[in-house]
């Protein structure tokens, strides 16, 4: 089962690093996606991290390029998502989910961690 951790309360301009751990399958075999839903609005898709050894591609959306980094240590089964220069604008809850590649529907879906950025 999938769970997003590391939210929290930071500063606008200020950073922080989620991750995504499950104690099931390695997440190694999986393309791994970030997403988020802020209050009242639609869940936003913000990157995701290819599945490694293959054609798989690592894509980002435009909201988010140049300020967040996702990346994997897969001795510790885990994806992060590193993010900088945040902005009031990324205050939600924050999703990580697993697809056999970033070109598929996603599976498997874990429970959210809120991060809130005040101005």
């Known amino acids: 089962q999938l769970q997003a951790s590391g939210g929290g309360l930071v500063q606008s301009g200020g950073s922080l690093r989620l991750s995504c751990t499950t104690s099931?399958?390695?997440?190694?075999?999986?393309?791994v996606g970030w997403f988020r839903q802020a209050p009242g609005k639609g869940r936003e898709g913000l990157v995701c991290?290819?599945?490694?050894?293959?054609?798989?591609?690592?894509t980002y959306s435009d909201s988010v390029k140049g300020r967040f980094t996702a990346s994997r240590d897969s001795g510790k089964n885990t994806v992060y998502l590193q993010m900088n220069s945040l902005k009031p604008e990324d205050t939600a809850v924050y999703y990580c989910?697993?697809?056999?590649?970033?070109?598929?529907?996603?599976?498997?879906w874990g429970q959210g961690t809120l991060v809130t950025v005040s101005s």
């Open positions: 099931g399958s390695a997440l190694g075999n999986f393309a």
């Open positions: 989910a697993t697809a056999e590649l970033c070109a598929y529907d996603y599976e498997s």
């Open positions: 991290l290819a599945r490694p050894g293959g054609h798989d591609k690592t």
